[in-house]
């Protein structure tokens, strides 16, 4: 156990519909990041968080967004689903921001979405 | 940008031999900082070993080892005395000292361990 929290843990939907998936970094992290697991893109950087502040964007979509509450935990927001959007979304945290030495990045157990 | 090569799409032995997986990556900066992560049948990533850039020493942990050479831009995983439960999709990463783009992953090695 990682102690990385995402619920939901499965999830199907239709096309168009929107959905939250959220996220408990573990104690005392700061960080927050967001990945996509796809059959065809493989493991992709979405978004990172640092106690509240967004850090570093990859390749999100603009139909997609995300932020860190104050009690650092996460939201990732998916809207206009498309089929293509189906896959495993990971959330990590880590103590500090990738600058710092000594960091290691802790994956929670996914959520997997299925658009259909 | 940087780019993690993982040529190994399925490697497939019998238990108890020794397996290593390669990983080569590809990045202009000097300071950087290597992962191996284990994705087992059930999903989640496990976080197995970090390795800075100017950390050249090779790392042991029970059946785990690894090889770090930045001659070769090279940070293998061997398991030795292979068991099923090993099976599983690795994935090596790379994340490069800004940290800017995250963390770039391999394609992933799928590691069958036969009975």
């Known amino acids: 156990d990682s102690g990385v929290t995402q619920t939901p843990k499965h999830l199907i939907t239709a096309t168009g519909q929107r959905v939250t998936l959220r996220c408990s970094p573990r104690?005392?992290?700061?960080?927050v990041y967001w990945y996509q697991q796809s059959l065809d893109q493989g493991l992709q950087f979405l978004i990172q968080y640092y106690n509240g502040e967004e850090r570093a964007k990859g390749n999100i979509l603009e139909r997609f967004s995300a932020q860190q509450f104050p009690d650092l935990h996460s939201e990732l927001n998916l809207s206009s689903l498309e089929l293509g959007d189906s896959a495993l979304y990971f959330c990590?945290?880590?103590?500090?921001?990738?600058?710092?030495?000594?960091?290691?990045?802790?994956f929670g157990e996914g959520s997997w979405l299925t658009v259909v | 940008a940087q780019k993690v090569t993982q040529a190994q799409t399925e490697i497939s032995v019998v238990e108890k031999e020794d397996v290593t997986l390669d990983c080569v990556y590809e990045t202009r900066d000097t300071t950087y900082y290597l992962f191996w992560y284990k994705q087992p049948p059930s999903g989640e990533l496990v976080f197995l070993i970090r390795?800075?850039?100017?950390?050249?020493q090779n790392e042991i942990s029970g059946r785990y080892s690894w090889n770090f050479q930045k001659s070769t831009s090279s940070f293998n995983f061997t398991i030795t005395a292979s068991q099923v439960v090993d099976s599983a999709v690795y994935f090596c990463?790379?994340?490069?000292?800004?940290?800017?783009?995250?963390?770039?992953f391999g394609k992933g090695t799928h590691l069958i361990i036969q009975p």
């Open positions: 990590a945290s880590s103590v500090e921001d990738l600058l710092g030495a000594g960091n290691t990045i802790y």
């Open positions: 990463a790379v994340v490069i000292g800004g940290g800017a783009d995250g963390l770039t």
């Open positions: 104690s005392g992290d700061l960080s």
């Open positions: 390795r800075n850039s100017f950390d050249e």
